[in-house]
């Protein structure tokens, strides 16, 4: 059998797309943050990780474009040897400061992070325990260390007495990694953060918490999940990515100082990858002098977030309770959710479609997120034509 027979068989994408109800790789012509161009037409967009509205800031243009000007357009080599510029080593430092931990190493992506942090710090005999439910970048990393001969474990999805279970069963002695994400990023739901750090201390494990759609959006001044409860001192490690709120690309992780140096000593997606560009970095540097500028940001963010929920709550959908920036609106079936995004398309409003195998069975769901420069005039649009086809497809009444 040829390996290139599974591509040749693959019909799945084309079938959807031949319906009329492809989602996916829509090409965007123009972007001003709440409102997209795509195939020509001016949309809505609450689908977007954009959460400060951050990409498209005059002063973050600014600071890219200048950084281009002064450094090129890449580094063209790996951190380690001739890619790192004074500015990863500035905003290294301003990240450590803002996240209130000892030092910070810059990555390329925030996929890359977890493959930076968790083959290179678990190794044999060692463990790595995950939930479930964590984003793909950490279930790839942890695969990469159970290749590395690392045991790795699940459990049940936020599920603190499974976690429990699991870790009563490993050896006391072992050095153990627990893996989650601070808030989950198809559901939003936000880790059982206290719990965790109670069962990290009582079974001797580190805990590395991924922020990427935590940063900017809760705890103090949008510090994140672990300073949402208060928390800080007791996570280990904590993860981010500047693809969000950070209105750029790139990822970072931040903790004690001789645990980011063997990082920087060790990490192959570090020491084999090129570093973030100057563009990148500059932007991100000027987003977070931004964030820490306009604290009521991230009240604005997290409050258009709670209007949609109980917009789309009070018209009868089923939506995830929530307080982060990520209000699903669960349909349940992936045809169904490809009919819906199709009509909200139509009429002008952008969401992610998530369907199975991306989701557990039945929670098929339109993934809206939302942005702090959304005006009520856009939510209120995205309301109303949520309303108009939910009732034509009769899924409210
Ligand atoms: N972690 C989580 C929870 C994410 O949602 C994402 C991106 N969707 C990443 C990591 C990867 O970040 P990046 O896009 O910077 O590679």
Known sequence: MDLFQKCYSFTRADEVKGAGFYPYFRAIEANEGPVVKIE???????GSNNYHGLTTHPKVKEAAINAIRKYGT????SRYLTGTLDLHIQLEEKLADFLEKEAV?????????????IPTLVSKGEFIISDKDNHASIVAANMMAKGGFAEFKRYKHNDMSDLERVLSALPVDAPKLIASDGVFSTTGEIVELPKLVELAGKYNARLLI????ATGVIGHCGRGTASEFGLTDKVDMIMGTFSK?????????????AVINYLKHHAPALIFSASPTPASVAAADAA???VKEHPETVTKLVS??????????NMGFRVLDGRTAIVPVILGDDMLVFRFWRKLFDAGVFVNAFISPGVPPNMAMLRTSYMATHEKQHLDRILEIFNDIGKEMEIIS
């Open 245 to 257: 709120t950070f209105a750029s690309l790139g990822g970072f992780v931040a903790g004690e100082r």
């Open 210 to 213: 991924d922020d990427a759609h």
């Open 304 to 313: 258009n977030a709670q209007y949609m929920r109980d917009g789309f709550v």
């Open 74 to 77: 890449g580094c063209s080599g």
């Open 40 to 46: 020509n037409r001016e949309i809505i967009m609450a």
């Open 105 to 117: 190493l810059l990555f390329s992506t925030g996929y890359q992070t977890a493959q930076g942090i």
């Open 288 to 290: 977070l002098e931004i």
